[in-house]
């Protein structure tokens, strides 16, 4: 299990200094979060102000 972004992702970055495991990176056009990397915490999702992180 990992989070993923999805495309309501505005880019503000907020997410990325809050993930414990340093899994949020900014992509192409979003930011990115890395499943081999992502622990599962939600802490990502509780920061977005779009609600774009979700667990798959
Ligand atoms: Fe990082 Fe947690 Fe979000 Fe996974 S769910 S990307 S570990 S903040
Ligand atoms: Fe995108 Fe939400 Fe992260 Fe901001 S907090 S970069 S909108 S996923």
Same mark, same amino acid.
């Given at each position: 299990m990992a989070y993923k972004i999805n495309d309501e992702c505005i880019s503000c970055g907020a997410c990325e200094?809050?993930? &414990?495991?340093? %899994?949020?990176? %900014?992509? #192409?056009g979003k930011y990115q979060i890395d499943a081999d990397v992502c622990i599962d915490c939600g802490a990502c999702a509780g920061v977005c102000?779009? #609600? %774009? &992180?979700? &667990?798959e």
């Open positions: 200094s809050e993930c &414990p495991t340093n %899994a949020i990176s %900014a992509g #192409d102000p779009v #609600d %774009a &992180p979700q &667990p």
